[in-house]
């Protein structure tokens, strides 16, 4: 059951995630620029708010679907929740720059980005599930319309 409180940002989170499984089909190139930007403003954000208030990030204990998740969150993650949520952070403006290069670097930020949203998906509602899911995808379909038009110039650092 998802609170009052999730039902906005839980819808739009999933009409942006079937936004941009749409624009990876049809417009790759724009796809590529907005999923930079996605994991650039997370990458950002997750900064900031593991610096000035971490124990935010413990109620998405109570929302994971794996009790590992569960279990995970509420033990050591709850002792290093700043620690680890910086990594988390660095992986994600990690694949934000490597989204924007060409070659095995943007392959690689696919890689990484495929990960990430497929690793919080057992967070349920809180990572507003099946929108991860179609992520992961939207990444691939950019990936493959990219090849399969062979556009050389999608690359935003050559």
């Not at 009052?4 to 590529?32: H, K």
């Not at 930079?36 to 593991?50: C, D």
């Amino acid at each position: 059951m998802i609170g009052p409180e999730f039902i906005a940002p839980y819808t739009i989170s999933n009409i942006v995630s079937v936004v941009l499984l749409v624009s990876a089909y049809r417009w790759p190139r724009i796809s590529r620029i907005l999923f930079v930007l996605i994991f650039l403003i997370a990458g950002l954000f997750n900064i900031y708010t593991a610096m000035t208030e971490p124990e935010a990030y413990l109620f998405y204990g109570d929302m994971a679907v794996l009790e590992p998740y569960r279990h995970f969150i509420h033990g050591f993650f709850s002792i290093h929740t700043q620690e680890i949520v910086l990594a988390i952070a660095l992986g994600q403006l990690c694949v934000a720059a490597l989204l924007s290069f060409k070659g095995k670097l943007f392959k690689l930020g696919i890689v990484g980005g495929v990960i990430f949203f497929i690793a919080i998906t057992p967070l349920g509602i809180g990572s507003a599930f099946p929108a991860t899911l179609l992520m992961a995808i939207a990444l691939i379909t950019m990936h493959y319309q990219l090849v399969k038009r062979r556009d050389k110039d999608a690359y935003l650092i050559t």
